[in-house]
């Protein structure tokens, strides 16, 4: 199986590169040698490559830039990836492309599932929703996989953020009004390379449908919640914190460009279901997570 892999410098693509390793062979591009603004250069790529599995791991993700930023977001996010739906066609690959809670505006008060109606409350989810319709429409094979609050031991997220804050802060304020499950990179590299040998395998004997998945990590808590536990997790390892107090704020209390949904919880049985995962909750992953950053 010859599989190209898009946005390897990223937190996900950095763990796909490790994971999807044994399945056949991995070309990994970065930023460098695949710049995603470039879109002649990605129809070059992929006809050349002729690739069997076509991984998407970049985009866009400066959420709040973006509502600046309109059209790098939709370059990215969108255009970009209906020229990946487009040559996969051509060449008869798979595309497996990750998505977002943020297609949906929050507003639900259970976990969203696959069918629900998307409603996007920000330039990115819109870009993110383009390009999940522009791989529908292009005939090709694919699986999108929505995820959501991603951390990994390397790279900028909200885990690193909260280490270094309560490193240097006493006090931290963490919106508390927004709900989801913080979700491993690591995890999700590890699940594609889980599910991608059945999608195969039902590939080859014709039987395979196109599809959205939600993945995630199981259970949920909200910003300050997962504040609170990167705090005391750090601590367990003896890490040096000058952090003593974290407050719940609400939404209102720390206003940013980008309206974020209140709900971003997605639920995951389709995806257990459909391919037999185990998914680990949030606070094992955050655990292992904590003991790559600090080498434990």
């Given amino acids: 199986m010859k599989i190209l892999l898009f946005g390897a410098n990223g937190q996900v693509g950095f763990e796909l590169a490790r ?27 992929i006809q050349t490559i002729q690739p069997d599995v076509i991984v998407n791991a970049a985009a866009y993700t400066a959420v709040d830039k973006a509502e600046t930023e309109r059209d790098s ?27 977002t809670d943020y297609v949906f505006d929050g507003t639900k008060d259970a976990p969203y599932l696959e069918g629900d109606l998307p409603n996007p409350l ?5 870009s993110k929703l383009a390009g999940e319709q522009a791989i529908q429409a292009s005939g090709a094979d694919y699986v ?13 997220n909200f885990v690193k953020s909260i280490l270094r804050l309560a490193a240097e802060r006493e006090e931290l304020g963490i919106v508390a009004d927004q709900i989801g ?19 195969q395998q039902a590939r080859n004997v014709k039987i395979f449908k196109s599809d959205i998945f939600n993945l995630t990590n199981s259970g949920e808590t909200s910003w300050f919640g997962l504040a609170e ?24 209390a720390y206003p940013t460009p980008a309206k974020r949904p209140a709900n971003s919880r997605l639920s995951t049985a389709k995806l257990q279901q459909r391919f037999g995962l185990t998914i680990p909750t949030w ?14």
Avoid: M
Wanted: glycine share 4%.
């Fill in 73 to 99: 977001a939709f370059l990215i996010n969108a255009k970009a990836v209906d020229v990946f739906a487009q040559e996969a066609k051509k060449v008869g690959a798979l595309l497996i492309h990750y998505s």
């Fill in 144 to 156: 999108i996989l929505r995820t959501t609050w991603v951390f990994a031991a390397r790279g900028q």
């Fill in 229 to 252: 536990k990167i705090v005391e997790l750090a601590r367990l390892q003896n890490i040096e914190l000058k952090n003593r107090l974290i407050n719940p704020i609400p939404t209102s």
């Fill in 283 to 296: 606070e094992q992953s955050l655990t292992f997570c904590l003991e790559e950053i600090y080498g434990k």
């Fill in 181 to 199: 499950a913080p979700t491993s990179a690591r995890f999700i590299a590890d699940a594609t390379a889980h599910i991608l040998p059945q999608i």
């Fill in 122 to 126: 920000n330039v990115y989810g819109e």
């Fill in 19 to 45: 994971s999807l390793l044994p399945l056949g062979e991995v070309i990994a591009l970065n930023r460098e040698n695949a710049d995603l603004t470039d879109l002649e250069k990605c129809r070059t790529t």
